[in-house]
């Protein structure tokens, strides 16, 4: 199986630098991977390095806690897409989640997704799936689909992991209008297997170049 | 010692929910802390619930990576001072500081704190100590005191924590010009005294009541 098309290889340390993320492109293009994830100060350089490569860049967005304000989601989804990002990983509010807020929650989905939209670049939002009941799971899903988001994620990697099971759960309530990401703890070949096969479409991992090794 | 007036008494988990602020704020005036610290989702709740309290409200900016842009930072700081938060806690951009940019980094602890003091509120500018060496600790010291920042913050707790020689020094390099917080693993009463031995002005801690019990 290649697993290469799958991976976003990502790199999200607070302290990472430029040589770091200079590698980590440098890898991804290597190795032909679907796209790297990195923060959103290294985003034009990332974009300038890949500019010939297949490989795009994505970046994160309220990460990894997911409570800072619609607005200023707002402002650095379009700040990164206006220097280069083609996929935006953003953070749900699960502040509000937890709180019952689902108007608040509906409205940050929307507009994050419509910011991406109107630039005709894909969106990823982030659940945080290992913090929340299925209940909370199937709200939010229905929320990303009628927001026509691309993609379900599953973990930000820092405060929750993915599971198999979520990973099942996000690929059924998706019914085919939404992909799905996997993401956090995933770390070898055998792992990228089990969660591809589980229903992901993408697989976020900092260990890319040890999963197609 | 009364330690109840330097606390900063903080919840900052990425899921917490509006009865969970509910209590942190009522610990807060029950025991007479400095402020709270929390998501800036629920700024304008907690300011509500605190009208009539001396305890403040404050935020995270930022938070805890850092590496969200400039903008972004800003617009979220100017909101939740709208809201209520009269302290602002934000971190600086690690990436940049790894990357040598140092032009950037001061340029973004410029525009954060010239954004707090604009409406007569304090920022407390977050380094994250354990993740840098003693230069860059000096270097990022001279840009906080150019920039007037009102403290200075060791840690987010989430990627590091205080250290009693990083309290020592940051002391030592503010010179009296500011403040210093420590926060991040601090859980007891000890451990707090030795803190402000050390020569800490205020203590982070999601253990306050346990910390003055």
Redesign the interface.
Known sequence: MDLNSYIDHTL?R??????DVNELCKEAAQHGFAAVCI????VSHAAHLLREQSVRVSTVIG???????T???V??IK??IDEGAEEIDA?V???????G?WNYVSNDIDSMTTAAHLKGKKIKIIL?TS?LDETEIRKLVELCLQAKADYLKTSTG??GKASLEAVRLLKELAGGKARVKASGGIRTRWDAEQYLQAGADRIGSSAGVAIVS
Chains 1, 2 share one sequence.
């Open positions: 999200l607070p302290d990472c630098a430029l040589s923060p959103p100060y290294f990460f990894p806690m997911g409570y800072a304000s607005p200023s989601k402002e650095e700040r990164a953070v509010n699960l502040c509000a989640v937890k709180s807020q945080e913090l820092i405060n």
